[in-house]
């Protein structure tokens, strides 16, 4: 059973930064692609990022292009979002998620139904 935990969320003022972790259990990460979403109150998830199983493709939503860098750590079986530049629309509880295949490639096509396994979340809040 996939196991994610998600971690370094928190409140921070509008033009900060903050940076995500994610670190993955009970299966294989190596081979699988991984992708970071967020839910605002009210609205319905939403994709943000994710990256290929060899960290070499990478996508973003439109929203957070520019501003935010997904990453990955193979020795930490971690994945990571840095945030910069937040705005007070970032808001959200933002969530880790595990492709459900593995050696995906490209991750530009990939949609919520295609990641077999998420974590609990951590709350974001970016507010004067």
């Known amino acids: 059973q996939v196991q994610l935990v998600e971690s370094g969320g928190g409140l921070v003022q509008p033009g900060g930064s903050l940076r995500l972790s994610c670190v993955a259990s009970g299966h294989p990460f190596s081979s699988y692609a991984m992708g970071w979403f967020r839910q605002a109150p009210g609205k319905e998830r939403e994709f943000v990022a994710a990256i290929s199983w060899t960290g070499g493709d990478t996508y973003y939503a439109e929203s957070v292009k520019g501003r935010f860098t997904i990453s990955r750590d193979y020795a930490k ?6 945030m910069n530049g937040l705005k007070p629309e970032d808001t959200a509880a933002y969530y880790c998620a595990a492709d459900s295949v593995r050696f995906r490639g490209d991750v530009s096509t990939m949609s919520q139904g295609d990641f077999g396994s998420w974590g609990q979340g951590t709350q974001v809040t970016v507010s004067s």
């Open 77 to 82: 079986n971690s994945v990571f979002l840095q």
